[in-house]
C-alpha cells in the first residue's frame, strides 16, 4: 500500500502531538513506500526459511544407509524448486497461507 503526505500522522515528542514539517512527512513516505516495495522479497525469505525447515526435517530420509523413496525424492525437489516455480508476491501468499491452527495450507508443503 502506497502512501501520501496526508496520511501521516502527527510525531510525538514527549507525549505531546507535534506536526512534521514537509520535508519530514516526504522523508516519511519515502521510507515508508520502500519498505513496502520490498514486500515481495520479505515473503520470499519467509518462504525458503519453511522451505530449509522441511528440507532439515526430512535430511534423515536421504542418508546413504537410507532408501529414499521415489516419492519423497520428488517431494524434496519440490521443495528446492519452489524459488523458481513461485516467482510473484501473490504466489509467495498461496505459500504462506495458514489455516485457523496455523498449518501451512498450500498442498507443496504436504508430505507424501
Known amino acids: 500500500m502506497t502512501i501520501t503526505k496526508d ?3 502527527p510525531k510525538f515528542v514527549n507525549g505531546v502531538a507535534v506536526e512534521m514539517t514537509e ?3 516526504q522523508a516519511r513516505v ?5 519498505w513496502e516495495s520490498k514486500s515481495g522479497e520479505r515473503k520470499l525469505e519467509q518462504v525458503k526459511k519453511i522451505r ?5 526435517e526430512t535430511d534423515y530420509l536421504a542418508l546413504s544407509d537410507v532408501v529414499l523413496s521415489d516419492a519423497w525424492k ?3 525437489k519440490s521443495w528446492r524448486d519452489i524459488p523458481q516455480d513461485f516467482t510473484t ?3 509467495y501468499d498461496l505459500l504462506l497461507a495458514r489455516d485457523s491452527d496455523g498449518k501451512l495450507t498450500h498442498s507443496v508443503w504436504s508430505k507424501p
Open 7 to 9: 496520511d501521516i500522522a
Open 23 to 25: 520535508e519530514e512527512k
Open 89 to 91: 508476491e501473490s504466489q
Open 30 to 34: 519515502d521510507e515508508w513506500n520502500a
Open 74 to 76: 520428488d517431494k524434496r
Open 52 to 56: 530449509l525447515q522441511k528440507l532439515i
